[in-house]
T-cell receptor
Framework: DQQVKQNSPSLSVQEGRISILNCDYT??????FLWYKKYPAEGPTFLIS?????DKNEDGRFTVFLNKSAKHLSLHIVPSQPGDSAVYFC????????????FGGGTRLMVKP | DAGVIQSPRHEVTEMGQEVTLRCKPI?????LFWYRQTMMRGLELLIY????????DSGMPEDRFSAKMPNASFSTLKIQPSEPRDSAVYFC??????????????FGPGTRLLVL
């Protein structure tokens, strides 16, 4: 039973436009959410996070939105750049699980010049 | 800091052979995680340690898989005997508590395993 789902395996966007990556979760005990970015032949690297007490967190071109009632979060990248082409993983943690994260399956973003 | 170090980076072996993957976490980190990435299942947690003690190994697929953390700076993931379906990229990650909530995990570059 996947508790964190990324229903779009891939997304293609034109350079300069907005990229929106989506993530849904089922466990209402999740209270912290993270996005990781992964380039080929490298390990995932942390990108941005959000606590469940917030509904938005922004860091430069990256903004994460959290809709707790819908159990949905999204990552917006504006403007998208070719260097953003990577696999993006959504991850979630529950307060009782220590530092353990549950990851989604990932979305491959391709930003075309 | 050198980050999380994994070895080997690539491993090709034949079915039935023993495979040992190694990980050195970031110095001072007290959590260590082993993940497996496949096309079908994405990034799945196999096992994690806290202060060298295994906390949750429910993700370990079967008895052929075992993991140890003999000290704070070293962990191994062993597959014996290996099977073609074990082919995947195996990641090690580490983190620590800074008291500010859920802590970011830092990943190694992964070991790409191919079992023929």
């Amino acid at each position: 039973d996947q508790q964190v789902k990324q229903n779009s395996p891939s997304l293609s966007v034109q350079e300069g436009r907005i990229s929106i990556l989506n993530c849904d979760y089922t466990n209402s005990m999740f209270d912290y959410f993270l996005w990781y970015k992964k380039y080929p032949a490298e390990g995932p690297t942390f990108l941005i996070s959000i606590s469940s007490i917030k509904d938005k967190n922004e860091d430069g071109r990256f903004t994460v939105f959290l809709n707790k009632s819908a159990k949905h979060l999204s990552l917006h990248i504006v403007p998208s750049q070719p260097g953003d082409s990577a696999v993006y993983f959504c991850a979630a943690s529950a307060w009782y699980a220590g530092n353990m994260l549950t990851f989604g399956g990932g979305t491959r973003l391709m930003v075309k010049p | 800091d050198a980050g999380v170090i994994q070895s080997p980076r690539h491993e090709v072996t034949e079915m039935g052979q023993e495979v040992t993957l190694r990980c050195k976490p970031i110095s001072g980190h007290d959590y260590l995680f082993w993940y497996r990435q496949t096309m079908m299942r994405g990034l799945e947690l196999l096992i994690y340690f806290n202060n060298n003690v295994p906390i949750d190994d429910s993700g370990m697929p079967e008895d052929r898989f075992s993991a140890k953390m003999p000290n704070a700076s070293f962990s191994t993931l062993k597959i014996q005997p290996s099977e073609p379906r074990d082919s995947a990229v195996y990641f090690c990650a580490s983190s620590t508590n800074t008291g500010t909530g859920v802590e970011t995990q830092y990943f190694g570059p992964g070991t790409r395993l191919l079992v023929l």
